[in-house]
């Protein structure tokens, strides 16, 4: 039966409904960094002889599993779908968030080795303490109005810049200020995939830096969006310590984690 099964490339839009299905139901918290290298990748349905679509992956820059999903009637099979799906373009590894439980399962029964990427944050309602607070003021930014304000951010904006250019809507750019001055940016993308998550992310100018900025432009981002209804997560590299204490500081925990397994 597992020989009449399909797997063909197909256009984002094809699975589309059955990643967003997937991710929303399980709750899986996830960032707008693991959203774009989904939405990047080459996508693929896998489909029986019906042409019915049970399940779905996708690659990335040819060597990266970034999904893979089987619907629970095709199941009993997805060992063998996935020992398959190895099989296409140059996969050597599978990037992986661990509140994908189907996925993350299917990866670790055969791996050479693996590697902690990131941490993916939740926010709750704790947040900066009162002796920590700051006086900030956050405003939107106009990408063009500001553009010699937004060059003291160095190159963290330049993705976010060009998704506004290029009229991606859900990103927004924010200009935080202390006492007049100029301390930082705050980012929030808004879900592509996972539409009730937010992503927030910040930047604190050198000179401001290790004096709790980073917490309270986190704060004030994680109540823009708490106001909105999202969910608010932040994602920062495994090993960058001083990020995951200000999200902490913020009233974060890091429930998820994204992993690399290699084949």
């Given at each position: 039966?597992i020989?009449t099964?399909r ?6 839009e094809d ?6 299905e997937?991710?929303t139901?399980?709750n899986a ?5 693991w959203e774009?290298h989904?939405?990047?990748s080459?996508h693929?349905?896998?489909t029986n002889t019906?042409?019915e679509i ?10 990266t599993?970034?999904?893979f ?5 095709y ?5 063998e779908?996935f020992?398959r799906s ?5 996969v ?7 509140s ?14 693996i590697e902690k990427q ?5 926010y709750?309602?704790?947040?900066v303490t009162?002796?920590?607070?700051k006086?900030l003021?956050l405003?939107?930014a106009?990408?063009?109005?500001d553009?010699?304000?937004l060059?003291?951010s160095?190159d963290f904006?330049d993705?976010?810049i ?7 809507c859900?990103?927004?750019?924010y200009?935080?200020q202390?006492?007049?001055n100029?301390v930082?940016f ?6 592509r995939i996972?539409?009730?998550?937010a992503?927030?992310?910040?930047y604190v100018c050198e000179?401001?830096?290790?004096q709790?900025?980073a917490?309270n432009i986190?704060e ?9 209804s999202?969910r608010?997560?932040s994602?920062?590299?495994?090993y ?9 500081a913020?009233g974060a925990?890091?429930k998820t ?5 290699y084949?």
């Amino acid at each position: 039966m597992i020989n009449t099964i399909r797997f063909t490339q197909c256009k984002w839009e094809d699975i589309r409904p059955f990643v967003i299905e997937y991710f929303t139901s399980n709750n899986a918290v996830v960032d707008s960094f693991w959203e774009a290298h989904v939405l990047e990748s080459n996508h693929y349905k896998i489909t029986n002889t019906d042409g019915e679509i049970v399940g779905f992956f996708a690659i990335h820059k040819e060597s990266t599993i970034t999904l893979f999903h089987v619907l629970p009637h095709y199941a009993s099979q997805s060992q063998e779908l996935f020992v398959r799906s190895k099989k296409y373009e140059n996969v050597a590894n599978a990037m992986v968030p661990t509140s994908d439980e189907f996925f993350l399962s299917h990866c670790l029964d055969s791996f050479t080795r693996i590697e902690k990427q990131a941490y993916f944050a939740l926010y709750t309602d704790n947040g900066v303490t009162q002796e920590r607070k700051k006086t900030l003021e956050l405003r939107l930014a106009d990408i063009d109005a500001d553009k010699e304000i937004l060059k003291l951010s160095g190159d963290f904006l330049d993705h976010s810049i060009e998704q506004i250019s290029n009229n991606e809507c859900g990103v927004e750019i924010y200009i935080a200020q202390h006492d007049g001055n100029i301390v930082g940016f705050g980012v929030v993308d808004y879900g592509r995939i996972t539409k009730d998550i937010a992503s927030i992310g910040m930047y604190v100018c050198e000179q401001y830096r290790m004096q709790g900025f980073a917490a309270n432009i986190l704060e004030h981002l994680k109540l823009i969006c708490f106001e909105k209804s999202f969910r608010v997560v932040s994602g920062c590299w495994y090993y960058n310590h001083n990020s995951k204490k200000s999200m902490e500081a913020a009233g974060a925990y890091s429930k998820t984690r994204l992993v690399r397994f290699y084949f």
